[in-house]
């Protein structure tokens, strides 16, 4: 019986020894276990921190590039149209001048409000039109500016072939003004007879056989004088080509004319560049997308110099609360 119990006694030791061994193995697998998940759980959150300062350092590095960018573009806009106003007075030696009179400008037409069924759109017509770097530094802002040529002349002959490749564009017809000495070829005058101001549009026609719509160079004796418009509405209407007012004097008789022949009178709200430095530029284009949110549409007039193009393409976030349009896309 004796040696039974030595028996039984060395096996219990044996399997209390094989339990202390498994509860250490299991430790040890717990503990190796239980440190590579920490570890993991470790490595992962670096991994997304890192990810997280490698997103970030992207977006910074590419709003770098975007910036300067955005800078190198509005470099390379401004340095071309310096470049178009240093060359525009070594080519376009016979450039047209401004009839400024006394220096007042005429108020625009009182509008009628409408009521605004869309959003509120802008048309900006650039006079004077004539040679190729105009129409280059226009379409390198990108946006739709409505061109208007001068007739071909001797200083500027090409003006109907540049328009002729044009989508769009319209014409500066050159009209007698009360007191102007920078008078252009073949002007309009209030003596013309109904047979010469019908000869002048149908040449008009035939050097622009697009054209739809021309407005005024000068001309505050021609369109203060109601008999004279009489003459160029009647035509204009016999062509298809609509007219509107530059407005270069407040004795405009367009407005009576066109009501007398059923049309409706369309005429610049604002001139852009009767100030020529950039900021008093900025000035008139928030005149003019104010007048375009009051009533629906305005017409803004400016001309092809460096510093007018300039504050255009300057105003680019401006222009967000109105559709820039062409002439024809106004009503």
């Keep these: 019986m004796a040696k ?28 190796l276990v239980g440190g590579y998940y920490i570890g993991y ?37 401004n340095t071309r149209l310096k470049h178009v106003l240093k060359k525009e007075r070594k080519v376009d030696k016979g450039a047209a001048a401004h009839e400024y009179g006394d220096g007042t400008l005429p108020e625009p037409p009182r509008r009628d409000f409408k009521k605004i069924a869309s959003r509120p759109k802008l048309a900006i017509i650039i006079d004077d039109v004539s040679v190729r770097s105009h129409v280059n530094a226009i379409k390198s802002l990108g946006i739709p500016l409505t061109m208007s040529f001068l007739p071909p002349s001797k200083f500027r002959p090409n003006s109907a072939k540049l328009a002729a490749k044009e989508s769009f564009y319209m014409v500066h ?7 102007f000495s920078a008078e252009e070829p073949m002007t309009l005058r209030i003596s013309d007879s109904d047979a010469k101001i019908s000869q002048r549009i149908k040449n008009i026609k035939k050097s622009f056989p697009r054209v739809s719509y021309i407005n005024n160079h000068t001309g505050s004796k021609f369109t203060s004088n109601e ?30 004319v066109m009501k007398n022949f059923g049309l409706e009178y ?66």
């Design 4 to 31: 039974r119990k030595r028996k039984k006694s060395s096996s219990n030791n044996f399997l209390t020894y094989v339990a202390w061994i498994l509860a250490v193995i299991a430790l040890g697998l717990g503990a």
């Design 173 to 179: 017809l050159p009209m007698e003004a009360q007191n």
């Design 41 to 77: 759980e470790d490595a992962t959150k670096d991994v997304q921190k890192q990810v997280k300062i490698d997103k970030n350092k992207r977006l910074s590095m590419l709003k770098k590039l975007e910036e300067a960018s955005s800078k190198k573009e509005k470099q390379s806009v």
């Design 227 to 256: 008999l004279a418009m009489n003459r160029l509405i009647y035509v204009l209407q016999a062509q298809d080509i609509n007219f509107i007012d530059s407005r270069t004097t407040a004795e405009t008789k367009a407005p009576k």
């Design 266 to 331: 369309v005429a610049r709200d604002v001139f852009l560049d009767h100030a020529p430095d950039k900021a008093s530029i900025v000035i008139q284009i928030k005149r003019a997308i104010k007048i375009a949110k009051l009533h629906g549409t305005a017409i803004a007039i400016g001309h092809p110099h460096a510093n007018t193009l300039l504050a255009i393409h300057e105003s680019e976030g401006l222009f967000k609360d109105v559709d820039l349009v062409y002439i024809n896309r106004l009503y």
